[in-house]
């Protein structure tokens, strides 16, 4: 791995694979890392480079700052961005790292020639909601604070006690459960996926940024929409399996229509993971769409 120190003092670590001159950054999800992406490198051909940075607080990027919204991600991989002189490239994201890829993508239209959407968060966000004493969410109570998240019974206190306790078991619970649902990993692989997850140190303060990540036109029940989904040029592949039990295929469908660049939706028989689920049939849509 190679890193970058930032101006706020963080280093952000990154993988590449290729050499090309067609660059893509890709950038992974919550609970996850670049290591993520792992079987991509088989895949890519001699005209292709694949950057892959570590988020800050995950992987081997550091975590000095705190961690409010995806902003502050993005912030980060466009200073690596400028520090690779990078002019021209696209960007991608799997879950949250496509809202953080969204808002490079509209933020940089000029430079960024495709996105791709894997199983991406929607743009109005994902929101948390309390729970009651069964604990089930009660749909019309916001959880708010990082207080208040870091204390959830279900979705968040059962994943901080397992990085606390290195629990890869609860945790490989979890992810069969959610996102390993279609197919799992080798063991050897899947045993190394834990070992990353538990690496991550933001949990709480990523969970709070996705609340209020809202680049809609409307508001999202925690903060008004800025819009920005509009300033997105760059043609855009959206990936999106009918198993995926994490981003409900309603928030797919917000991205699709509030786009209005030109856009593909590539959807089929998968969960949260298609590297895992259809790893050969994603890593070549992906390529052969950046190629394009």
């Known amino acids: 791995m190679k890193s970058y120190l930032l101006k706020n003092g963080d ?11 067609n660059i893509m950054v890709l950038i992974h999800g919550n609970m996850s890392s670049s290591f993520h992406f792992d079987v991509l490198e088989k895949y890519v051909p001699e005209n292709v480079r694949i ?3 570590d988020m800050r607080g995950f992987g081997e990027s550091s975590y000095k700052n705190e961690v ?28 949250t790292g496509g809202g953080v890829a969204m808002l490079i993508a509209s933020q940089r239209n000029e430079q960024v020639k495709k996105l791709v959407l894997i199983e991406s968060v929607g743009i109005t966000g994902y929101p948390i909601f309390k729970k009651d004493s069964s ?25 901080l006690m397992a990085y606390k306790n290195r629990d890869k078991e609860t945790l490989k619970t979890i992810w069969n459960a959610l996102i390993y649902t279609h197919n799992q990993p080798e063991e ?26 809202n680049i809609s036109d409307q508001h999202n029940g925690y903060v008004e929409g800025s819009g920005d989904i509009k300033q997105i040029k760059a043609d855009t592949l959206i990936i999106h399996g ?30 949260h993971s298609p590297f895992v689920d259809i790893e050969k049939e994603v890593c070549e849509k992906i390529l052969s769409f950046i190629e394009e």
């Open 135 to 159: 604990g089930q969410p009660i749909m019309n109570a916001l959880i708010k604070t990082k207080e208040e998240l870091s204390q959830d019974p279900v979705q968040v206190l059962p994943i």
């Open 11 to 21: 280093t952000i670590a990154y993988r590449e694979f290729g050499q090309g001159s």
């Open 51 to 53: 950057i892959l940075p």
């Open 188 to 213: 050897s692989a899947y045993d190394l996926y834990l070992e990353d997850m538990l690496k991550q140190r933001n949990l709480v303060d990523v969970d709070y940024a996705l609340m209020y990540f």
């Open 242 to 271: 009918y198993r995926d039990y994490v981003v409900p295929m309603q928030m797919r469908d917000n991205i699709v229509s509030a786009l209005t660049c030109n856009k593909e939706v590539y959807k089929g028989d998968w969960g």
């Open 68 to 95: 409010n919204s995806l902003q502050d991600f993005a912030d980060d991989i466009m200073e690596l961005i400028n520090y690779l002189n990078i002019k021209a490239y696209s960007v991608g994201g799997w879950s």
